[in-house]
Each structure stands twice: as C-alpha cells, then as structure tokens.
C-alpha cells in the first residue's frame, strides 16, 4: 500500500477545495491537514519550500496551488 495523498488546506480556501474535489472526483483517497489547527503542519509544508495552500503531496511530489496539469501527473502517480 502507497502512501496517501496528503494535502495541505486551509478552511474557506477556494483553491484547496478544487484541489480536494479533483482529488474525490479521480477517486484519490487524500488526508487533509489544516495548517491552521496545527503548527506542525505549518512546518511541513514550510518544509517543502512552501509558504501558502494548498501544497498536494504524493511521495516525493508537491504541487502548490491548483496546477491542473501538474495534479493530473500526481494522480496519475497515486492511481498505480
């Protein structure tokens, strides 16, 4: 078994739910973690090289934003 999806989200984040409805409609099972309930999160993604959300992580790929084209690649990575 692979690692899941991790994605980076905020509530009331417009971007990060288009991230997570893409995510649901490809039927990608994804684990949300909100980097304002947890400081740790915030250094995960700070980590990553990232400042903002949404960041979408499978293995050792990080799409920040909603880049269509990159998330498809990072699906189809997480759908084998």
């Not at 692979?2 to 905020?10: C, N």
């Not at 684990?31 to 949404?54: A, C, H, I, N, W």
């Amino acid at each position: 078994m692979s690692q899941p999806v991790i994605v980076y989200s905020t509530a009331n984040c417009s971007d990060c739910n288009q991230v997570k409805q893409l995510l649901s409609e490809q039927g990608i099972a994804y684990e949300v973690r909100d980097v304002m309930t947890s400081t740790d999160y915030q250094e995960e993604v700070e980590k990553l090289g990232f400042m903002g959300v949404p960041v979408t992580v499978f293995e050792d790929r990080a799409v920040k934003g909603f880049n269509l084209p990159a998330l498809k690649e990072l699906i189809e990575a997480a759908a084998r």
